[in-house]
């Protein structure tokens, strides 16, 4: 079938190129006119402008956006008034779904439909295709299947799990109509809640590999430093990227995550090229305010978002107290930092 | 070459195929005779005692231990006045490190060398092979690799990691030295601690997605309960066998821990099965020492760890403690516990 | 001067009394007669009507409500229309900041002014006198001084902090300013969220005395429970309502609060009153809401409130899929809860 | 009664004053032999070597040691050829309740006594006197009260318990036996646990309060940075001397570690005198061991324990692991640090 995209960053190209190898036709547009010409050598429908992508679509339009959170609204009322009754816009970004649930509501009236896609896979999904959760009506989900099987990865990208074959849908294909609108956007969320928490929990577990040979360290001796007791528990030089790599096979924690983590250390044993300060896009966040809104208990993931927040050294102020507070209780004076671990 | 195998639950009785099907010898004893003749008829040699144990084997030999933890020690005084310089003892069990190190230094002038392996794989092991992680001298570790390649599950098991090609290792074969004494039951510690942290990340995060339809729940109206501001946000009926499946192909959160959990959930929707009482076996607790000890922030592996001790009534006097200070300051009664949720 | 006040609950009635102990006059309303005649009997004026409430009280009208949070805004509703240019609306109940903003922006071209008051002191206020966190406009707050000061405990309640006497300012009276609209329960919220982490401190560190003498007891051996490996190191049967009382004196932790855990623990030395179900009411919600927008890590304080949310059974699902992976991967069966812990 | 004190620091020397001061006779100790001639102008008596001291002082002899914890098994080693059956020995410094264990059974067939005692109180103790939790010999402790008395804060410290008068003790004086050998300083390490957990809630809180303007802040707009929704919500610059002074009155969250805090932020508004490195002595980490041990949650006692470690950067590397999942997976680069806050 035919597809408008909209946004030709890493994504957008690769989902593009992706679905015209499955013999779908794309109309595509950027504000960066490079990237639309290059897709059109690719066979791709290269559009000008807005109007000149609105009128190269057949009708009903079915209209994908893959554009940065923060420039969905701008697009979508830039594109509105070129859209007819019946036309389809579907959001493939990391949305927050209330404004899903919202501009659902807005479009309603218009007779635009309004399709929210969470869209999981990162710079890989060209290759493995891409994990799909999709929140809205059920028909005009239903009408887009083609699309969605397209770029999914499809059932045979994993072995299958028991007792599925007598269930199907499209779940082990990888997509999934999750709900009404909204919904696709909830699922990814909460989906980049867990990977918050997968992460940190290979970093902390790997850290503490990393630090298993504090025994063999010199350890200050000061009425402020607590001493190791039993130091000859701590004398092992580990090899990262061999231990992320064994436990990639046979093991309870074989993940994709940590295949990536083996490439990493495999690369850069000390991580020397990173600095440590973790971005957080939102979706992290976002999975908090969910779960105290619905009174679930998310230590694990909460502890995940704000070892973010602390790599980027929003604890200052709040490390500043307790010492202010060790100073006025015990005359406890702060230890200047230790020659920096050799990175 | 020839291993003897004592102890013959479903770990060692897998194990023992596994290594017989790779063309390696047995000999095997177990308190429990039927299970040492149920192995005999599969080719390996039963021994009715420790001393015919002994005796079948060839010298040096190679035992290897698979009883529990609690167990070894015990084990261990029986086998070793019939053991002799040169002879081999593996615990292929669970371990806490601090007791490797301890009985290899007891071991060491007896001329008996001790070997920790740190064996994952579950009861899937005999199926997708065992991920082994090892600990022990040099010399005697390297003569042990027939057994640790065989129980492996072998480098075909999982996609290559770019680069490795130029390193090479046993790790990519699935089992691997990791260090001296105590090194293999060390990083399978961590390796159950990070295994805590992820089975708490996606349980956490399935619970958020569980209750997202909370706001269509008549809530209760009185000054011990906080109202929802925005029910209309969780108006979702999700369907989590369906979402789990649909990670498992091109998420960045797809993990055989993953696959487990689709599988769990298609077989049982609301898991009504289970009580949620979760034990806990002793490496999530030893890794958070160890985290401790070396300083290691491990707020994720820390939570998890605790979840489970909350699941089996451990915060009781911590909540009534809670609530009686509420009552102190407040005047605020507990609420009793509404009706139970249909589970 | 003067001041109406709707809402006769205790916190209402007992700030009538103090006030008027401090010689103000206040006429009171509440749709329970019996409360309003029973203040009349002390002095007050009390109004049958918000009608004859309105009338009875002098111009410009300085009315304060204290109403559950979730009634402030049908208050305000019903008494808007009998007020007039220049009126004050005080809100004193626990309402959530972002309403606040909403309310004054919203009363604004009517002319009326609002003040938010976030009110800590529970039962004890009427005696200890109330602390007050204001937030509203400088002119509308100043003018109601007199009032605050009369609620507050005053500045002979603690001994003055050192250097305060170059500073004066109302705050070591016990109310403050704190800024423009929703200030006052902002600052009143983050002191809810402090105090659900100072609670969990002490009923976390107060558990783990309770159950000190765990190696005393008789330990269940089977695969499922970590052995305690030094029992000897657990053999203390320690008096909490002693614990507590020393600590009230000289120590570090001393505070209102372990006042009242060495009452409770007095009384009830078991706690077995209660069966620690603790509820929340809100702010220590928002906190963490407030924590993730502006990105301030918060563990501590979010881990406070999930313990709270666990106490509920709000993790049972989660427990169930714990339980639920554990069979999957290691074939381990759920244990049953032992005979309850003799309360 | 008469004590002899080896170890003159601040503690040391202050307890000494504040004994002499009710009337006691101290025999005192110090390498430094200045603090022991400084002493001596008050009316110690002063000893020159330990020989000299054990000489001066009366048998039975009851000898106090106040030296860091990592020092008391030397100076135990030293003194104890010169002790006879019958004298003890208190170590009142912050030992690991495990070597008061050990040691009491190590004393035992000498027949010297063996008494521990937590003490807290820091540097205010001489004025405020200290808080005492005291393990050992019912008979011993029984005989050292006048000392324990001396030293405690006394009844008047504090308003009067509801109920305590039925039952009386030495608690509400301040000092407490909580048990047999280690039960003191087990009571001091969890007393220390809950001083982590109380401080890391106000220092989040406070943190929260802090950062209450970000909603006027310029903020980035970028891939990497979550943009704030509402920033009409964070548009507060509140007072943290003032907040703090007004809870020290009448709120639920009045103690004595917010007086301090209300000092420090008086003084020292943004802290800037402080880098924000934490030090941890050893009670916070053996907290959480005695938690786990006993299966108690602690999470929120943990939660501080670890923000002290991030505060000192051992979360460097697991940082580094998570920004190199995040470029692995999704191309994300680091951002580098914005302008440093103004502290």
Chains 1, 2, 3, 4 share one sequence.
């Not at 057949?58 to 697009?75: E, G, I, L, N, S």
């Not at 869209?119 to 290759?127: L, N, Q």
């Not at 503490?208 to 200050?220: D, E, F, M, P, Y």
């Amino acid at each position: 079938m035919e597809l408008g995209m909209i946004g030709l960053g890493r994504m957008g190209t690769n989902m593009v190129l992706r679905l015209q190898k499955a013999g779908h036709h794309c109309v595509v547009y950027d504000t960066n006119q490079e990237t639309v010409q290059g897709l059109a050598k690719e066979g791709a429908v290269g559009a000008t402008s807005l109007e000149d992508f609105a009128k190269k679509l057949k009708k009903p339009r079915a209209v994908w956006m893959m554009v940065p959170a923060a420039a969905v609204d701008t697009t979508l009322k830039t594109i509105l008034p070129l859209l007819e009754p019946g036309d389809i816009l579907i959001d493939g970004g990391n949305s927050y779904y209330h404004d899903d649930i919202r501009r659902a509501a807005d479009l309603k009236p218009k007779g635009i439909h309004y399709v929210d896609v969470g869209t999981s896979g990162g710079v890989w999904g060209s290759e493995r295709g891409y994990c799909l959760m999709i929140g809205g009506d059920d028909a005009v989900v239903r009408g887009l299947e083609p699309i969605f099987s397209a770029l999914a990865p499809g059932i045979e990208e994993a072995p299958r799990t028991p007792g599925r074959e007598k269930v199907g849908g499209t779940a082990e294909h990888g997509y999934l109509h999750c709900g009404p609108s909204g919904a696709g956007h909830f699922v990814k969320m909460i989906h980049n809640g867990i990977e918050y928490g997968m992460m940190a929990s290979y970093a902390e577990g790997l850290n503490i590999l990393h630090r298993a040979n504090v025994g063999k360290q010199k350890s200050t001796v000061d009425a402020e430093t607590t001493p190791l007791r039993d130091p000859e528990h701590y004398a092992y030089d580990l090899n990262l990227a061999d231990i992320t790599e064994v436990w990639r096979r046979g093991s309870v924690i074989a993940s994709w995550l940590l295949d990536l983590a083996a490439t990493s250390l495999l690369d850069n044993p000390d991580l020397a090229k990173f600095a440590g300060r973790v971005s957080d896009s939102g979706e992290g966040r976002w999975t908090i305010k969910a779960a105290i809104d619905e009174s679930v208990p998310a230590p694990v993931l909460s502890a995940a978002l704000y070892e973010r927040f602390s790599s980027r050294g929003e604890d200052d102020f709040a490390d500043k107290l307790l010492s202010a507070l060790r100073f006025q209780f015990g005359g406890h004076k702060e230890k200047t930092a230790p020659q920096k671990e050799a990175a």
